[in-house]
């Protein structure tokens, strides 16, 4: 017997304007569809058949076909782009076997980085590896911030991802906040800049099926958290504006709306002492509909960080919903709050019958739903997500990690490098850049590379230089997503500035310092003869750069502290208002020779 044609519908004509398309498959849509379409959750990569126990998720499968959901953000990632173009494949082939065939829009979190953290971003894998965006900002060069959007955007789209739940645009006005290497650093008008380039090369001039659209976070600005806490957590929930000062972190999202973005996140923070309410971001109607899409004129999606409406276990740490100042609300009150505050879609969230409850029990409008489900289908379609829904898994190796690619990376990495103090060595110049084959005693290092430039050594005594990489410090929190936060005090401990004391008396040392945050250097900059900083970057970069093959380029993004005082006295939401810092935005030495 001959399998009988499956049904063609007007929505799936591609020569319609998209509007009509979009009228005509929001009419054939039950309210259960439109209710699954609102909420975006996590996928993990693997088996789609199969849960994540270890975030409390059923399996793709089920989520695609039990709850009418199609937008999912992938976590985890696979060896290859083939792997990932294949999973992504597999994904779609479930979706548009259902009874009205609707793509999937598949999301991602930041990959292109060293940042590994399911929670804000993940290590670049198969992918082209860039600094963080700080170092981005380093470089001081937009066109080569368009370019790196232009590969995100390529990398992005050969393995089916069309949204990318970046860039973060917060200004980091507060050092201690543990996300400010996911940001473009200190100044708005860098940060604009920045978030200008980045999208232009995401999502190219307008919108269109070979762009990634840009979901552009934290709104209103996550840059002052109060005593720089994160507001994942309860005790980071509250933004403090005591330098009135709520417009300067604007200006970037301003900048990304001119540019053409069609996605908003908003904080989970709550904003106080301002004349706004004091409950969540997400929450907040006077934020999302009064200052969002009123005053910023800003008319696309706007959807929900992950987690505001319902408690969960990451990894075996309990995580309360992020619903600071509705707390006390039960899970359908939170979910009407945000509603009525403009919220689209909901992040992270798997309770699409809570909304259907809401709507047949007359709590909510039908119309209302229908509102969000337009925006939500009507980019699908500008994406060519109908017309293309799937990839091509032979040609996604040949696009993911291309050696073009890793290479722009590579000098992305070299470039950012910002060199802080280069004394001088052993003779009459500077330190830096070292000779090749001069003997090194390394730390940090991976000696296979450095053997590579130099004759390594496995102690301090009799070389010609000591190369230190060190990370910023941080204090270590408890549990599971929280120990992965760099937050707490910018003081290095006494046992490692004892330490590097001890090493620089013995022989001339480099120090190259990773910053996710602005680290107190004061300290170290009597101890060591050249210090040099990175935003993400390999040993080969470094090395690059150190023994003269490459020259460093970056300026710094932000202020350097000169003590945990100063920047405690200091205004969260006021840039560049510690006292007397020991590095300013800006500096940046460049080699003598």
Not at 53 to 69: A, Q, Y
Not at 105 to 114: A, K, M
């Amino acid at each position: 017997m001959a399998e009988q044609a499956k049904e063609h519908f007007p929505f799936e004509d591609s020569s319609l304007p998209t509007d009509e398309r979009v009228k005509d498959l929001l009419g054939r849509m039950t309210l259960e569809e439109k209710a699954g379409l609102m909420f975006q959750n996590m996928a993990m990569f693997g088996p789609v058949d199969q849960g994540a126990p270890v975030f409390g998720l059923p399996s793709l499968e089920e989520m695609i076909t039990k709850d009418h959901m199609s937008y999912f953000n992938m976590v985890g990632t696979g060896k290859t782009g083939r792997d990932m173009a294949e999973w992504y494949n597999k994904a779609q082939h479930i979706a548009l076997q259902q009874r009205l065939p609707i793509p999937l829009t598949i999301s991602s979190d930041p990959r292109h980085s060293f940042t590994d953290n399911p929670g804000t971003g993940m290590l670049s894998g198969a992918f082209s590896q860039w600094p963080e965006s700080l170092g981005l900002a380093a470089l001081r060069d937009k066109e080569t911030v368009k370019r790196y959007g232009d590969i995100v955007r390529q990398e992005y789209r050969a393995v089916g991802l069309s949204s990318a739940l970046h860039p973060q645009i917060d200004v980091m006005t507060e050092p201690r906040w543990a996300r400010c290497n996911g940001t473009f650093g200190e100044d708005a008008d860098l940060v604009s800049e920045c978030t200008t380039a980045y999208i232009n090369g995401l999502q190219g001039e307008k919108l269109g099926p070979d762009s990634v659209a840009a979901m552009i976070k934290h709104f209103p600005g996550g840059g002052p958290e109060k005593d720089g806490e994160d507001p994942h957590f309860d005790y980071g929930k509250d933004q403090v504006y005591p330098g009135n000062n709520l417009e300067y972190h604007l200006k970037p999202f301003k900048a990304a709306i001119a540019a053409g973005a069609t996605q908003v996140m908003p904080s989970y923070g709550r904003p106080v002492g301002t004349k706004y309410e004091e409950v969540g971001f997400a929450f907040n109607k006077g934020i999302l509909t009064d200052l969002l899409r009123g005053e910023l004129g800003f008319d696309g999606i706007i959807c929900t960080d992950w987690g505001v409406l319902t408690d969960a276990d990451m990894g075996g740490q309990f995580m309360a919903a992020r619903a600071w100042g509705a707390e006390s609300l039960t899970r359908p009150e939170k979910m009407l709050k945000s509603l009525d505050a403009g919220a689209d879609q909901f992040g992270g969230e798997l309770c699409s019958d809570v909304l259907v409850d809401l709507v047949k029990s007359g709590k909510v409008s039908e119309s209302r739903l229908d509102a969000s489900v337009a925006k939500l289908l009507r980019e699908k379609f500008i994406l060519g997500l109908f017309e293309h829904p799937y990839v091509d898994a032979d040609a996604a190796d040949g696009i993911v990690g291309a050696p073009e690619f890793r290479g722009a990376g590579l000098a992305a990495q070299r470039g950012s490098l910002t060199l802080l103090k280069n004394d001088r060595g052993a003779g009459d110049s500077s330190l830096l850049p070292l000779r090749e084959g001069v003997k090194v005693y390394a730390e940090g290092v991976d000696v296979e590379v450095l053997g590579k430039y130099a004759t390594v050594v496995d102690s301090p005594d009799k070389v010609d230089v000591a190369i230190l990489r060190v990370k910023a410090p941080y204090e270590h929190r408890p549990g599971a997503f929280e120990a992965m936060m760099h937050a707490g005090s910018l003081e290095f401990s006494d046992e490692t500035i004892a330490h590097i004391a001890e090493v620089s008396k013995t022989v001339p040392t480099v120090i190259d310092l990773y910053l996710d945050r602005p680290a107190i250097v004061k300290p170290l900059v009597p101890l060591v003869t050249s210090l040099i900083v990175d935003y993400g970057a390999c040993d080969e970069a470094v090395l690059d750069v150190l023994f003269g093959r490459d020259k460093p380029k970056g300026r710094l993004p932000f202020d350097i502290p000169s003590s945990m005082k100063a920047v405690e006295e200091a205004q969260s939401d006021v840039p560049f208002d510690t006292a007397d810092p020991t590095y300013h935005f800006g500096d940046g030495l460049g080699y003598e020779r």
